[in-house]
């Protein structure tokens, strides 16, 4: 079967990809792994609301996701705030209201001087080229970590940051760079823009889930995206490109990858690949998260002065939130399990995960939460065409030794996917701004 162009992946990034091509008039195929769109996105029904297993919030500056929304007719609507947040250290569990977490002053101190730090020197990295920045092999050689042990010494600042890169990066600060990590934030706006609820990245939902919104560019292709379709070989001549599925054969003059690396290095490429891009698939892993949720007959926490929003420093659930949705009576909670605990609980059931996380609501919010209705999770280490979440992220020196591979064509294959974004890298926001850029490369090539 031929195209213009072919694009591997039906998710955010592929899709937007394959509609501004259909747009310009080119004969353009979607080949997708999965028997569903979306990737990364997972939308279901769960009591009587649809949930977001996958990607759920949408916030400020996230423009073109918002507007394609919009376009789509879909509808936002805010997290919900209102009440006292938990702050679970060690034994102990406190409670706090705004942004402030319920620190000793002196860690309080602490972490406000880090943070303006780090909101100012981010700023600093330049989201099209970060390995140029003069501090890069420096920033670069260490990780978040080895960052913390040497600027941060209160317990409640070190924690905090913890807790950061666990909600932001879904990983230990031992595992990525911190050149990665000052890039990351800059490419989302600044630490508290991620962080944060009210004027952050988890000011608001899609009623109906964000699947949706792949599923209706999806719809808007037709025939021209085939599930179930994993690529297997790329072969690239200088005619054209080639990709093998187990069954089918396709030829397109150019092609879109719009994969995290990781899943990249699942693919067989003829020639081989220029030594960088091939040194990047084995050297971005993902994320690890498992996204949990209990359902209750009510939102008992709401009722208790709790907004159900938690930052947790413990075995299981490191963060959580009131996942229910507006008009449904019932209560919703999301946990979420990230990091080494993600790992460790991969390995575990799904009743012994279930029983801990719900365990981990009850030390959270009080013996109701022990009497939940249903319990449902996504473990995205698990997924065959995911390999984790949210993002694949990058160790010390892989930023500055093969970073410039990210977005480089490779004679006639160009890279998408929410990993090769400039702005709300991670994010799915990131993801159209990667499909839309490479679009673009492919339609501006002779
Ligand atoms: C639990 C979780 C929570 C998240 N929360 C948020 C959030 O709140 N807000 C936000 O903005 N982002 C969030 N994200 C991140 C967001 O989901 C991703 O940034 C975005 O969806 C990535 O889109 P993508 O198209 O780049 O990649 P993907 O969605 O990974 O798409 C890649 C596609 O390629 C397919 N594929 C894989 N291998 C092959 C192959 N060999 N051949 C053909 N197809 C293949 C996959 O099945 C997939 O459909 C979250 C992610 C997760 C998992």
Not at 76 to 83: C, D, I, L, M, S
Not at 260 to 288: E, N, Y
Request: proline letters at 4%.
């Amino acid at each position: 079967m031929n195209a213009d162009v072919i694009v591997i992946g039906g998710g955010l990034s592929g899709l937007n990809a394959a509609r501004l091509i259909h747009r310009a008039g080119k004969k353009v195929l979607v080949l997708e792994a999965r028997d569903r769109v979306g990737g990364r996105t997972l939308s279901k029904k769960f009591g009587n609301s649809v949930i977001d297993l996958g990607a759920q919030w949408v916030g400020p500056t996230q423009d073109r996701i918002l507007r394609l929304a919009e376009e789509q007719g879909l509808r936002t609507f805010p997290q919900h705030t209102g009440g006292r947040q938990i702050l679970a250290l060690g034994d102990k569990v406190s409670t706090y209201t705004g942004t402030i977490p319920s620190l000793p002053v002196h860690s309080l101190i602490e972490l406000h001087l880090r943070i303006t730090k780090i909101e100012k020197e981010c700023r600093r990295v330049p989201l099209e080229a970060p390995w140029t920045f003069p501090d890069a092999e420096k920033w670069d050689a260490m990780t978040v970590e080895s960052w913390k042990q040497n600027h941060v010494y209160t317990r409640g600042a070190r924690a905090s940051l913890d807790a950061a890169v666990h909600a932001i990066f879904a990983c230990e600060p031992s595992e990525i760079s911190f050149l990665y990590f000052m890039h990351y934030l800059h490419s989302g706006g600044g630490l508290m823009r991620l962080a944060d609820v009210k004027n952050g990245a988890q000011q608001d939902r899609i009623f109906g889930g964000t699947q949706q919104i792949s599923s209706r560019m999806a719809a808007d292709l037709g025939r021209r995206v085939i599930l179930s379709s994993p690529v297997l070989r790329v072969e690239q001549t200088s005619r054209g490109v080639t990709v093998y599925t187990r069954k089918t054969k396709y030829s397109a003059r150019r092609i879109i990858i719009a994969l995290s690396p990781t899943l990249c290095s699942k693919i067989a490429f003829s020639p081989a690949l220029p030594v960088a891009r091939d040194q990047l698939h084995h050297r971005m892993p993902m994320g690890s998260v498992i996204k949990t949720f209990a359902l209750y007959d009510r939102p008992f926490w709401r009722e208790r002065g709790y907004s159900g929003e938690v930052v947790s420093d413990g075995t299981c659930v490191r963060l959580a939130f009131d996942a229910s949705i507006p008009g449904s009576m019932h209560g919703l909670l999301v946990g979420f399990i990230s990091g080494e605990n993600a790992r460790e609980w991969s390995d575990r059931t799904p009743r012994e995960r279930e029983a801990a996380v719900v365990s981990d609501f009850v030390r959270f919010f009080g013996e109701e939460a022990s009497d939940h209705r249903g319990y449902l999770e996504q473990n995205w280490i698990a997924e065959e065409f995911s390999r984790g979440c949210y993002a694949g992220l990058m160790p010390p020196s892989v930023m500055t030794s093969f970073g410039n591979a990210l977005r480089d064509p490779c004679g006639l294959i160009h890279w998408a996917g929410t990993e090769t974004a400039r702005h709300w890298n991670g994010y799915m926001e990131g993801a159209l701004e990667a499909g839309e850029r490479a679009a673009a490369e492919v339609l501006e090539a002779r």
